[in-house]
């Protein structure tokens, strides 16, 4: 840590901490997280794991590793810093404004990429959520996913099986603790989507309220007047029960109302024109 200037506590967790710090030599702000790894040999599977996945990601739309290192039983993770806070906070403030359609889609997209680059990998976040998608850039708002603590790398595309992840975006199959793959994250797309366009979770309260809600199929609409039906159908894909029924990313990039959002964005992924300007609907 000779090399960092500690600025502030970010998030306290069981086993570690997470602290906002600088560079000495530069002063660039990045985030370095603490886990203790002498406390149980879960913890350092846990901690390696997420290092191992961080290392093999490589994406604008994904928080960046810098590096990791061990000192006196604990683990340090560098990674980079997103300064203007999470995707649920950013809800937050602009309700009970919505977004714009444009806006929605932007996002929508950004997400996407990022996890369309995590399952290239064979990795399945396992907790995609608004409060594990970050914001950042200068003039325009970069989508950065984060917090792969409890990722699980698919060896040799094998479904996991642990029961893991947030009760408002978990899959179904995980509430039946049957095996799961990458679609389980695509799920989580759906939930996010929804969120996005209704400001309000698609499924909330406890985890058998929203497993009841599930499979009585109590699932909330957007308002296809100002979002159109065609968002409305794209949800629905990402939330069939059947998980061989929901599209995978690229499907999902393949969409006739997602290709030009894609487009947009430019041909560099997480590029996103100084030009654009977020805007709300009163």
């Not at 683990?75 to 950013?90: D, P, R, S």
């Not at 444009?102 to 990022?114: A, E, R, Y």
Request: proline residues 3%; aromatic residues 8%.
């Amino acid at each position: 840590m000779d090399l960092y200037n500690v600025l502030n506590l970010l998030g306290r967790g069981t086993f570690g901490t997470v602290h906002l710090c600088e560079r000495k030599h530069n002063q660039q702000k990045i985030v370095i997280k603490r886990i203790n790894i002498d406390l149980n040999g879960e913890c350092a599977e846990t901690a390696k794991n997420e290092v191992a996945v961080l290392k093999s990601l490589n994406n604008p739309n994904i928080i960046q590793y810098y590096d990791s290192f061990v000192k006196a039983g604990t683990l340090y993770i560098v990674m980079e810093y997103a300064n203007k806070g999470t995707l649920f906070e950013f809800i937050a403030k602009s309700r009970p404004k919505r977004f714009s359609p444009q806006v929605v889609m932007n996002l929508f997209c950004q997400i996407l990429m990022g996890l369309n680059h995590i399952h290239s990998k064979n990795v399945i976040h396992r907790d995609l959520k608004c409060e594990n998608i970050f914001l950042t850039g200068l003039q325009s708002d970069v989508i950065k996913i984060g917090d792969f603590g409890i990722s699980k790398i698919l060896m040799n595309n094998k479904n996991a099986n642990t029961l893991i992840g947030t009760c408002n975006y978990v899959a179904p199959e995980l509430c039946d603790g049957k095996p799961y793959n990458i679609k389980s994250d695509i799920w989580s797309l759906g939930c996010i989507l929804f969120e996005l366009c209704a400001m309000e979770k698609m499924f909330e309260g406890t985890l058998s309220n929203v497993v009841l809600s599930i499979a009585a199929g109590r699932r909330k609409m957007i308002d296809t007047h100002f979002y159109g039906f065609q968002m409305q159908k794209m949800i629905e894909l990402m939330l069939q029960i059947d998980p061989n029924d929901r599209p995978d990313t690229l499907k999902l990039m393949c969409l006739t109302d997602v290709f030009p959002s894609l487009h947009v964005l430019g041909t560099n992924l997480g590029c996103i024109p100084h030009t654009h300007k977020f805007t709300f609907d009163e």
